[in-house]
């Protein structure tokens, strides 16, 4: 093999590298972020809810980072196979976490404003469906980075119980609204807050199919056909 060769081959496996080395470190200050807009509600941290939102501008700059060098790696390298697969849903995992910080921004904007006023008991069955969202969170990155196939699929149909947690809280929440008009803004706030946290429980359902997409070359949105290793329960 020429040392040409070698250079180039050495140059592309930096850029994948490199490309992986941002995932990573998007993947954990979203993570961070959506755990510290969570513990702002129920801490009634104002400062650490203007954290949140200040982060979220080192999150849309990595995004930017990912997309402009998975291009530069496809113009200039042209993989093929397992590696523009891997390329193409890197970039799209970098959207899902980016929206997810977002989704984290919208929580801590309005718990600085619910910190303002009496705290309403009902603040803390945010918890649950927080937990849940932050589980499939990780458990899409895990099966997103270990190519396994098997946890993608099991991430992707968990989204249902997030689903329906979300209902019935938003049930309840809707009912104290009428039982208590005097908290109802706090009430539309915390409403809006578990609607953030059950869209972030979408993104992780996304990164579980571009995971197997990544894989297995199998596009499994939309009802898509699983991968032959994946059995359908």
């Known amino acids: 093999m020429s040392t040409d060769t070698n250079h180039i081959l050495g140059a592309y496996q930096q850029s994948l590298d490199e490309l992986n080395s941002l995932l990573n ?3 954990a200050g979203v993570q961070q972020s959506l755990t ?9 941290d104002s400062a650490a809810c203007a954290e949140v939102i200040a982060d979220d501008e080192e999150i849309n700059q990595l995004e930017k980072s990912i997309d402009a060098l998975g291009v530069r790696i496809i113009t200039l390298y042209q993989p093929v196979a397992a590696d ?14 980016e929206r997810i910080g977002d989704q984290a921004v919208g929580i801590a904007k309005r718990a600085r404003k619910m910190n303002k006023n009496l705290e309403i008991a009902e603040t803390r069955l945010i918890e649950p469906i927080s937990d849940a969202a932050a589980h499939q969170l990780r458990s899409a990155l895990a099966a997103y980075r270990k190519g396994d ?4 699929v099991e991430t992707k149909r968990s989204d249902k119980s997030l689903d329906e947690a979300y209902k019935a809280l938003a049930k309840k929440l809707t009912k104290r609204m009428e039982e208590n008009p005097a908290a109802i803004k706090d009430y539309l706030d915390l409403q809006f807050i578990a609607r953030f946290l059950e869209r972030v429980g979408d993104h992780p359902k996304n990164i579980s199919e571009d995971a197997v997409y990544a894989e297995a070359a199998v596009d499994i949105r939309h009802g898509g056909k699983l991968p032959p290793s994946s059995s359908e329960s």
């Open 25 to 27: 470190r998007m993947a």
């Open 84 to 97: 523009l697969r891997s390329i193409i849903s890197t970039m799209k995992v970098s959207s899902n976490l």
């Open 36 to 44: 510290k807009a969570v513990r702002a509600l129920m801490d009634r």
């Open 149 to 152: 196939i098997d946890s993608a």
